[in-house]
């Protein structure tokens, strides 16, 4: 909710711009403080790094803002959740991870609830290819997650899970200056006190903390079960639309999130 209420107001650069120098800032701090220092990049990591920019942060944001200035936060939020199949599908070719039968059918479990929700309930809908330039914004940026979560992989044999994204956020936020400049950085002044918020809240909140957790859980379980947890992002932006927007909780809504929970509880099983 907070990227669509900025979206109306802030350029889709400028607003990528403001959210990563504020987490870069925090994240330098914490890399700092948790490592002792900020690790020098070896050569072979510069390329890696700067891919994990380039996906996780220029991109992912500028069709993220572009994608939430024409359709709703909570659509937006389910489209994001179709990310599991495509991580869980390209670890399977890349990394070799296994999958069996339960999380099979726990990866197809929770997409279907994503589809039940995204459609309303009326799978017609997809069919008949109603989807307009907002969704397939969104898309794109799914397809910018799945790489940086998967590159993530490789680059966390050499790197931490903090240093990598600490670096990532660096390097896109020096990706998103010019841009940003060019769209109109400089209006930053005029911005709202609601405006600085938002920017605030996905710097820290939906950056440094949403960024760390993700690549320690990447670390720990695996790109396709970590990139699961994802499901959960739709459920919670329509909740919280539900309670602080007084959004309609409607049937496909709840079919949907059960679906979307009984996907991601079997895929984590042991």
Do not use: H
């Not at 869980?88 to 990866?107: D, Y």
């Not at 109109?184 to 918020?197: F, H, K, T, V």
């Not at 959960?232 to 309609?248: D, Y």
């Amino acid at each position: 909710m907070a990227g669509r209420s900025l979206a109306q107001n802030v350029g889709p650069f400028s607003a990528a711009f403001f959210r990563f120098a504020i987490a870069s800032l925090f994240l330098i701090f914490l890399t700092w403080k948790a490592e002792g220092k900020l690790t020098v990049l070896k050569k072979r990591q510069i390329l890696p790094v700067l891919l994990l920019g380039l996906t996780g942060v220029f991109s992912y944001n500028l069709f993220f803002f572009k994608g939430l200035k024409l359709i709703e936060a909570s659509r937006a939020a389910i489209i994001i959740a179709n990310n599991p199949i495509l991580i869980a599908l390209f670890s399977a070719v890349f990394f070799k991870e296994k999958l069996n039968s339960l999380k099979i059918t726990g990866i197809l479990i929770s997409v279907s609830g994503a589809i039940v929700v995204i459609s309303r309930g009326n799978l017609f809908e997809i069919l008949q290819g109603n989807l307009g330039l907002g969704e397939f914004y969104i898309f794109l940026c799914v397809l910018s997650w799945v790489i940086f979560s998967l590159l993530g992989k490789t680059v966390m044999a050499d790197l931490s899970p903090l240093s990598s994204v600490t670096y990532s956020a660096l390097t896109g936020t020096i990706l998103l200056f010019a841009p940003a400049l060019r769209e109109g950085l400089a209006d930053g002044i005029y911005y709202s006190i609601s405006d600085w918020w938002n920017i605030f809240y996905l710097g820290f909140f939906g950056t440094v903390l949403g960024f760390v957790w993700f690549y320690e859980g990447i670390n720990q379980i695996g790109p396709t079960r970590a990139g699961l947890f994802i499901n959960f992002v739709p459920i919670s932006a329509i909740l919280l639309a539900a309670l602080i927007l007084a959004e309609p909780l409607t049937l496909s809504l709840l079919i949907g999130t059960l679906l979307v929970s009984t996907g991601v509880y079997l895929t984590n099983r042991p």
